[in-house]
């Protein structure tokens, strides 16, 4: 399964981007400086100094932008990995048992799914005053799992008629032994790539979130979100936009991070729908 | 007669719809009633002034528990919100500047502004996106691979970030030099998107000629008439009317956000329709009708009506993103909708407006649906005429 993942040249290049991206989070949000040192040189334009320039209370816009990524990324993996298991949890089940189950199940779904998610987290980020991380990564992981569960489900019942679980059932294994030695490991890739996905989708959204303020408190926590917020509620320019500095660098990386999950993903789906396939 | 009419698929498909979408109002109704009496920090609380001494909170809390019929049990509660729902009654706007107007009042007011941009941007933008995702699967080779890549792209980046960049190049009082630049890569883009995916033959090129120049044209106008407005619906000056003016200052207005939500979602359609024809295009009844030595132009009016049902069935979730993206688009914008509503609203902590704001927007993405679902049952054959598949 890995050995044909790595001859598609599409999933390669969107691997290594986000690796790329990842690494510059994490290993750039340890050389940079504190990205929240405050100092009295506002709004600067790069310089040899500061390498992108300062911000709205004189930090270092460079260490922002490292551990704004590094945050962000957290918060994405912390929603997207809740919302791939509510996903499996709630489109596995319920198509794996079959019956009412499925019916109850898929009808919640479908229910949800009607939803907007983004005016529906508006609403409730507003409610919530004290707004962490965690909590805002909770929140989107519960909001964002109803697309991931319809796929899992069309796949469980795929899965679910194919001739080795039949066999397995025959041979009197329990429902829990088939799931994690039969199930599992054939769902494993699609389960990765609904995360990866899940991860992708929370991070476009909490920066969002966090560029209209209801993201983490923007004064403590450094998201991508978070730099875009305080451009846009700048003191120190009338017109926010003329700080190109601070904002254009945290969108590019969004668009890089985003555009390279999107190429791994069509990558890993034309090798595992069969229905793409061209490796 | 009326027998058959009740058995008809179609209506029997409306009729299910119908019941789905009812019971989805109904549950996201309850939601929202539900929210402000369970979710932590209490909307009354919030509105007393910091400063209050003990015994006035008390009382304050009591009297405004009292007002808003929060010291009845739940369940009445629940009854007299619903009663007051039907009668269109969604509470009275506490925040300043709207002086106690019934909420209703206040978001019908702003509503036709965000479906001003939502509409037009879901309907261009799947027509539009889905014929270049088409065309891009008909040509071979680089010119494809650089169409998918372009929709990739407008179609990833984040939204209202694109946003913050159109208005650092257009709307800014930046040297008319960068605004050009910046205009000839967006339009550019654009033209080199059409032309790649288009050109097959001489009208067709003339076609994309003619509106490659209406925008170069436009553009230049633009450019010309001083610099894009940086937010608002109308100028602050202009007492907005029926007439010329108010209109071109609307559209002037309109411009940035439209376009900002109109790339990105094009950009959107574009990528999936790309793969979803090259599939088609590699399919067992496509290859056979090559073989039998069907015209080009047929075998690809077969394989698009097979590649649009799938697009199709995107528009629902499509319309939900939309709804979201306008919202915050219209902060970015200062667009005078429902978005802007609710980011006031939830500044000034008015929970009767921000629970109106979601009402209102939770019943247009429903009707929405709907009415995309009917619109997916008249295109599918095998609903619209009864004859199963």
């Known amino acids: 399964m890995f050995e044909l993942l790595v001859r598609s040249r599409k999933f390669i290049i969107g691997a290594a981007v986000l690796l790329a991206v990842i690494l510059f989070g994490i290993i750039g949000s340890m050389l940079t400086r504190d990205p929240l040192a405050y100092s009295t040189r506002f709004v600067e334009p790069p310089s040899s ?3 992108l320039g300062t911000g709205n209370f004189g930090e270092d816009v460079l260490a922002q932008l ?5 945050n962000s990324l957290m918060i994405g993996a912390i929603a997207g990995g809740l919302a791939t298991l509510l996903a499996v949890l709630v489109g596995g089940i319920g198509p794996y048992k079959g019956g009412l189950m499925d019916e109850t199940s898929n009808a919640f779904t479908n229910v949800i799914m009607v939803f907007p998610m983004l005016p529906l987290l508006i609403l409730l980020a507003a409610i919530l005053q004290q707004r962490s991380m965690f909590l805002v990564a909770a929140l989107i992981g519960v909001l964002s799992w109803p697309w991931a569960a319809r796929c899992i489900r069309s796949q469980v019942l795929t899965l679910k008629e194919r001739e080795f679980i039949d066999v397995a059932r025959m041979s009197g ?8 030695t039969e199930i599992m490991p054939n769902m494993l890739a699609y389960i990765i790539i609904v995360f990866v996905v899940s991860l992708s989708i929370a991070v476009l959204t909490e920066a969002g979130l966090s560029m209209i303020g209801l993201g983490p408190d923007p004064s403590t926590n450094v998201t991508l979100g978070s730099i875009l917020y305080w451009v846009m509620n700048s003191t120190h320019a009338a017109l926010p936009w003329i700080l190109w500095w601070c904002f254009i660098p945290p969108g590019l990386i969004l668009t890089i991070f985003l555009v390279a999950v999107f190429v791994m993903h069509a990558g890993m789906d034309e090798v595992f729908n069969p229905r793409l396939r061209r490796v | 007669m009326m027998k058959r009419l009740f058995t008809h698929p179609f209506i029997k498909f409306v009729g299910k719809k119908a019941v789905f979408y009812l019971f989805v109002a109904f549950i996201s109704l309850t939601f929202i009633f539900l929210i402000p009496r369970l979710m932590p920090g209490n909307p009354v609380d919030q509105m007393i002034p910091p400063g209050t001494t003990d015994e006035g909170r008390l009382r304050l809390k009591a009297e405004l528990e009292r007002y808003f019929g929060l010291d009845k049990p739940l369940l009445e509660q629940y009854v007299s919100f619903w009663a007051n729902l039907l009668r269109g009654n969604l509470g009275y706007a506490m925040m300043r500047g709207y002086n106690f107007i019934p909420v209703a ?6 509503l036709p502004y965000t479906l001003a941009l939502v509409i037009p941007v879901l309907l261009i933008s799947f027509f539009v996106g889905n014929w270049v ?3 891009a699967a008909y040509v071979k080779g680089k010119r494809s691979e650089a169409v998918y890549f372009t929709s990739v792209f407008a179609s990833q980046m984040p939204f209202y970030w694109f946003a913050m960049v159109l208005l650092f190049l257009l709307a800014v009082n930046v040297s008319n030099l960068v605004k050009l630049a910046a205009l000839g890569i967006i339009g550019g883009v654009m033209v080199v998107l059409f032309l790649l995916a288009v050109i097959s033959g001489p009208v067709k090129l003339a076609v994309t000629g003619i509106i490659g120049g209406v925008m170069v044209v436009l553009f230049l106008l633009a450019v010309n008439a001083g610099s894009f407005p940086t937010g608002g619906t109308f100028s602050p000056r202009l007492i907005p009317g029926w007439n010329l003016t108010s209109f071109i200052d609307a ?3 309109y411009a940035l ?38 015209r080009k132009k047929k075998l690809a009016s077969y394989a ?4 649009i049902l799938p697009q199709f069935t995107g528009l629902n979730i499509n319309l939900n993103n939309l709804i979201g993206m306008t919202m915050i688009i219209e902060m970015v914008f200062m667009w005078d909708g429902l978005g802007l509503l609710a980011l006031d609203a939830v500044q000034a902590r008015d929970y009767s407006m921000m629970l109106g704001t979601f009402l209102v927007t939770m019943v247009v993405v429903i009707l929405g649906n709907f009415l995309v679902d009917i619109a997916y049952a008249f295109l599918d054959p095998r609903i619209r005429t009864g004859r199963g598949g």
């Open chain 1, 49 to 51: 100094e500061f390498l």
């Open chain 1, 173 to 180: 294994m329990k429902d829990r032994k088939i799931v994690v």
């Open chain 2, 251 to 253: 559209l002037r207005h």
């Open chain 2, 133 to 135: 995702g088409a065309r």
């Open chain 2, 304 to 307: 698009q009506r097979n590649a």
């Open chain 2, 105 to 110: 009042t206040v978001v019908m007011e702003k």
């Open chain 1, 66 to 70: 490292c551990t704004g990524t590094r």
């Open chain 2, 257 to 294: 956000p439209f376009l900002t939500l109109l790339i990105i979602t094009t950009g959107g359609w574009a990528s999936g329709m790309r793969s979803m024809t090259l599939y088609e295009l590699d399919s067992g009844y496509i290859l056979y009708a090559k073989q039998l030595g069907f």
